[in-house]
């Protein structure tokens, strides 16, 4: 992919503290990933909107099962965070 070099303005405070985690040389991947998250939340949102305009709310029974998904999920994380901590004090 090509790239291009531009000027943006950020909290000082934000900036430095991030270069000191990643490291100047990850600086702009770092600024980079978070701009395509943001694009991809921006984009989640536009899906749930059209799909909201399109279908509806969810039903009682829709939202029980995507809450107990969405536990499903948070749990999954949680286990593989705690296992990877295991395994780095090890």
């Known amino acids: 992919m090509a790239t291009k070099k531009y000027t943006v303005t950020l909290p000082e405070e934000l900036a430095e503290e991030i270069r000191a985690e990643v490291g100047p040389g990850a600086f702009s ?42 536990r499903d999920i948070e749990q999954w994380f ?8 295991s395994a780095e004090a090890a």
């Open 29 to 70: 991947a770092y600024v980079t990933r978070a701009i395509e998250r943001q694009r991809e939340h921006d984009r989640l949102g536009e899906l749930v909107a059209w799909m909201l305009e399109k279908d509806g709310p969810l039903s009682e029974e829709e939202q029980a099962a995507a809450d107990a998904e969405l």
């Open 78 to 85: 949680e286990e593989r965070e705690s296992s990877g901590s």
